[in-house]
């Protein structure tokens, strides 16, 4: 293995430069892992444009990630050279009332690599052993890259309680949105509505699965949920849009003593209607990233052919082509799912 390796670096908002720097060194307790996909989420576009409140430049990315052992240190008994792994990217201290309850995913001082601590975009990168999830041998690169959004969807899906038997809605229909509709027929939703005001991300979202799907632009919300669900709509309004408009959709049209779970991160200070909140006596629930458990679960319902990863899959990028893929991004939004970046491109 060679001495030095090529990280990105994000050294101002949209301005991506590649410095050469030694491989890291890890610790008895790490493992050093051959980085081989990289998947671009939301929250990574708006680094790129200067709108993420908790980062400073100058920036190493990458949070959505596959990867091969190459090495491993000498205290980490549970992993081998060769492997294929994820990573969980959170930092937590261990000590906060959040993490000593189980809920290290809302740590007090809670950082994700890529963001707030450095992320995967490089050649090679050191990752303690405990942050590290093995996927199966079946698995190729670029599903793995997506363990970590459907993690996502498990947890939020989870935030819902027992979804079997239930009629779910879901608000948008991005990557999370469509994940999150095939997580909950996996979990046994009996019926699942995505809607969105794009007919390309419905189209797709029918395709991965979803039984009605519905373009808010052309259709009333309202209408649609009794067509679909009947009278008593909705047993639960998952929102992965995050704004006042589908926020406002669910609390206006959510059941009566039934719960809305807002998964997406919401786009500024939120102005909606908490009187018929209040009203309607509506859980307002809420979804933070996932834990190890969620992961597992990913894994596991992917292995069991419940979930396409594929469809999702929009389009591949080499490592040096980084900032052309956030241009890509920026350029084709309406028909971008997800894009991935090829750190090492000699394997699928």
Excluded: W
């Excluded at 990557?175 to 996996?186: C, D, F, S, V």
């Amino acid at each position: 293995m060679k001495d030095t390796m090529i990280q990105e670096v994000m050294v101002k908002p949209h301005e991506i430069e590649f410095r050469e720097i030694p491989v890291p060194e890890i610790t008895k307790e790490q493992v050093l892992v051959k980085v081989k996909r990289i998947g671009v989420c939301g929250s990574d576009i708006h680094v790129f444009h200067g709108q993420h409140p908790y980062v400073t430049y100058p920036l190493t990315q990458g949070h959505e990630v596959s990867a091969q052992i190459v090495k491993v240190g000498e205290n980490v008994a549970d992993f081998k050279e060769g492997q294929k792994v994820t990573i969980e990217p959170q930092i937590y201290c261990g000590h906060c009332h959040p993490c000593t309850h189980g809920k290290y995913n809302l740590c007090e001082s809670l950082k994700v690599i890529g963001f707030q601590a450095t992320g995967t975009a490089s050649e090679y990168f050191a990752v303690d052993a405990s942050k590290v999830t093995p996927l199966p041998d079946s698995f190729t690169y670029n599903e793995g890259a997506m363990i970590e959004p459907l993690a996502v969807t498990v947890h939020a899906c989870k935030r819902a309680g027992d979804v079997k038997g239930m009629k779910a809605a879901v608000l948008g229909a991005g990557p999370i949105g469509i994940l999150l509709a095939q997580t909950l027929k996996a979990f046994g939703a009996e019926k699942v509505l995505v809607t969105d005001v794009s007919d390309f991300r419905l189209k797709l979202a029918k395709e991965c699965g979803a039984d009605f799907i519905c373009n808010t632009k052309e259709r009333d919300f309202a209408e649609n949920l009794v067509e679909c669900f009947g009278e008593d709509k909705a047993d639960v309004i998952f929102d992965c849009a995050g704004n006042d408009i589908t926020m406002g959709q669910a609390i206006q049209n959510a059941r009566k003593g039934s719960m809305i779970v807002l998964v997406a991160v919401y786009a500024g200070m939120a102005k909606v209607d908490l009187a018929k909140l209040n009203d309607s006596e509506l859980d307002l629930n809420t979804s933070m990233m996932y834990r190890h458990e969620d992961y597992l679960e990913a894994i596991r319902i992917v292995q069991e052919g419940k979930v396409q990863l594929k469809p999702l899959m929009t389009k591949h990028f080499s490592f040096e082509a980084y900032q052309e893929a956030y241009e890509y991004i920026d350029q084709n939004r309406e028909t971008t799912m997800k894009v991935l970046i090829d750190v090492d491109p000699d394997e699928e």
